[in-house]
């Protein structure tokens, strides 16, 4: 920051975020026990931050492999590949229970969002997929699947919800292997998410928002149903109604500058990503208003690191590592590109 | 162990003084040889956890198991494996679900935001069956009292209706809430939510001349607020004809124009009304003529793109967008 700017913070302290992002690396605070049983997606919060922050050199690459991998639930040799397990990383070590003797996981509770982060992580640091015994993964990742084309996160039940149709795309995705999911079924489950006024909501006949309109429009890319930059194209998407989404999504920026999550709510850091990457994914980041946006982002910038949800809180990891995305889409000096659509760096995303 | 803390509650008896558990093996986590992203763990949690692993792993069905899921709930809500093994338990003990509901909304109470704890929720009713309908409409009913827009508490209550049904009350529900709060977009999306798929309504085509004099009612009392024009839109959603039409529509956004306040909504309802063959006649033109009250240079006979014009002017959040729908407007001749 030069010394004609003005006292107003313009430009984010990278600095403080890579301190205060490394500190979190070393250990997380008490208080996160309370969220232990999604260690795996603190850990990608955390490492998916320092990446953004282009401080990858932090982080120690085989720890996090051989950390993440541990993690990991394979077919035992006396399994049936068609016994209708999912075979997926768990979240945690308080859901993590060893195999028998034959390496059968007589408590298999891996689930579909820490197979996500397990495979994000490994990407950022550099780990080569096909390395990894990803077919049991892909396979069995049916067996999750609902007959209205949802997901269920864990064999052992749960919510269905657009998060888990999310995240199994993301999964085939960088596995590049569908085998795991009826597309056309996933497809259809998440038109019947738009609501009347154009935004998704997390399940048919819910309310839109933010989070859930980025599972919705990230799925569809990551599937390939909707094209790449698809507004400046001259044939809008017949899937979805673009032009109404369009309308509702960019309403979401208040007159304070910041992204709200629905309609009537106040505006908080972490939807600039899910709003803003949506914007990113259909080509509309111009629409946005980025001098406002930076200004309410700054406003919840912590002054010794992070981001909190509103201005002048405490921050949390969760609205730091949105932050630190919305920033990177909002093209900050010194943070590294984000690819949207899988909620990482681009270098991760498509490999050295 | 790295990072063990101090408890902070004294009243607390460690598990391992219970005598009810002394003939428990109390199992240590196994964080492996380089563990990533250590969490600071407390040792209350640590040793619950611990606990709790052995009788998970030993498939101890027991009231002791019971009591001590609820304590491992207590330190994470969030624990799937815990309330998973608490739900197989509840079956094998035969516990009355009735008792385990108020446990659940105790649990809430400190924890409304929190996935699991609804999953089980859904999870007795489910068990319960059609007599739990009026408890969980009640129960959502308490929750939305204290914050009307819990996204947790609407998507059990849709869930409720269609499973156990009650629509009867429902589309009064949302009278009450929109009249408390008008700017509920929650309430709006409930209300959508019923007239399509109540059975004693008639579906939204049955709905729609009704609720078409509600929402516009709602507009003019604020019509700043965002979700009731975008419901309007939605009354009509795939029948763009009749909505371009519907003369109480576009007579609304000229009403609204003519006050000259709060009419950023009324502007951009009548461009898309427009875009969608709407041909507005003398009395908008005047209407949105009056709105411009700086010179723009040449006079725009052309209505839509001086509406795109003023809204560059008076809506700058969006102005890049606006300056987009101006260039997607068919040529004026």
Redesign the interface.
Known sequence: MSSSETSMETTIDKDLHVTFTHMMYHLLPNPYESQEINHLTLAYFVISSIDILNSLHLVEKEAVVNWVLSFQVRPGTTDDPNNGQFYGFNGSRTSQYPPDENGVFRYNNSHLASTYCALSILKIVGYDLSSLDSESISTSMKNLQQPDGSFMPILTGGETDLRFVYCAAAICFMLDNWSGMDKEKVKDYILNCQSYDGGFGLVPGAESHGGATYCAIASLRLMGFIEDDVLSSCNSSSLIDLPLLLDWILQRQGTDGGFQGRPNKSSDTCYAFWIGAVLRILGGCNFVDNKALRGFLLSCQYKYGGFSKFPGEFPDLYHSYYGFAAFSLLEESGLKSLCSELGITNIAANGV | M??I?EDENDDRVPISLRPEWSDVTPIP??????????????EE?SEV?DY??AV??ANEHSSRALSLTAEAIG????????W?FR?LLLESLKVDLHVEREFVGKVASGNSKN??I??HR??VAEKLGLEARNSELEFTKEILSIDA?H?HA??HR?WVL?TLGGWEDELNYCNELLAEDM????AW?QR??VIT?SPFLGGLKAMRDSEVLYTVEAIISYPE???SW??L???F?DESALYVNDTRVSSVCLKILKTKSNYLFAL?TLL?LICLGYHPNEDFKDAVEALRTWDFGEQDSDIARTICSILEKVD??????WI?RKSRLPQVA
Request: net charge positive.
């Open positions: 790295a990072g803390i986590q196994d964080d492996g040889p380089n563990p990533v992203v250590p969490i600071n763990y407390s949690f956890m709790f692993r998970y792993f330190l994470n809500a969030g624990n799937y494996t815990v998973h739900r996935y699991q609804w999953h859904r999870w827009k996204y609407w998507s849709q269609q700017f509920n977009n929650s999306n959508y939510f798929r607020n965002e979700s975008r419901y839109r939605g009354l959603k951009s898309d700058p959040i969006r102005v890049n967008y987009w």
